[in-house]
């Protein structure tokens, strides 16, 4: 089989044969998503360890780098990143649920924000498609008010439901190319 040429980009053969793999990754994003949904206070404890060990091994990175590379112009702005991340990565690790409830907070208000920005910009500028834009900014600020309206509960759910939503259509996409690699076999 020859490889396909798809918006001038070259599919090998060998990925166009394997559509199968990606449709199994794709099904398996989106399982794993409605588990999220489902089990969503869960979902949110995980993704706050997740990404405090993530800031936790950036900050050790940070420290060793000063150390490798010696005294430099960058050094203060590095010794700052290494404490931010060790403390918020701490945060994260120990108080998950407090971490969340306070993202979660943030979300809500920028939600509430931006979609009240996105309601009053196409009345500013006239563009094509403001309705659109419109409905964004409606659909956007009913979520802040949502989110905020059962703050602080909100911070046990909303992460992890957010995360769901995520991973089904993120999911989705891969199941999308499997099909189109399966209509090149």
């Known amino acids: ?104 907070l943030l979300m809500g208000a920028f939600f509430l924000v931006s979609g009240l920005f996105q309601l009053i910009e196409p009345f500013w500028i006239g563009l094509p498609g403001w309705g659109w834009h419109v409905l964004d900014g409606l659909i956007t600020v009913i979520l802040g008010v949502l989110v905020l309206a059962q703050w602080p509960v909100s911070g046990l759910w909303v992460i992890g439901l957010f995360v769901g939503i995520w991973l089904i259509f993120y999911g989705g996409a891969w199941v999308a190319v499997a099909w189109g690699l399966r209509q090149m076999a």
Do not use: C, Y
């Open 1 to 104: 089989m020859a490889d396909v040429s798809v918006l001038d980009v070259q599919v090998p053969a060998q990925i166009i044969q394997n559509w199968g793999w990606f449709l199994a990754f794709g099904i398996i994003l989106m399982l794993l998503g409605i588990v999220a949904i489902v089990r969503s206070v869960a979902a949110t404890v995980v993704s706050m360890l997740f990404f405090g060990w993530l800031l936790l091994i950036g900050a050790g990175i940070e420290i060793v780098q000063l150390f490798m590379v010696g005294k430099w112009a960058g050094q203060f702005q590095h010794v700052l990143t290494a404490v931010l991340f060790a403390v918020v990565g701490a945060l994260m690790v120990w108080r998950p649920l407090v971490t969340a409830e306070i993202l979660t």
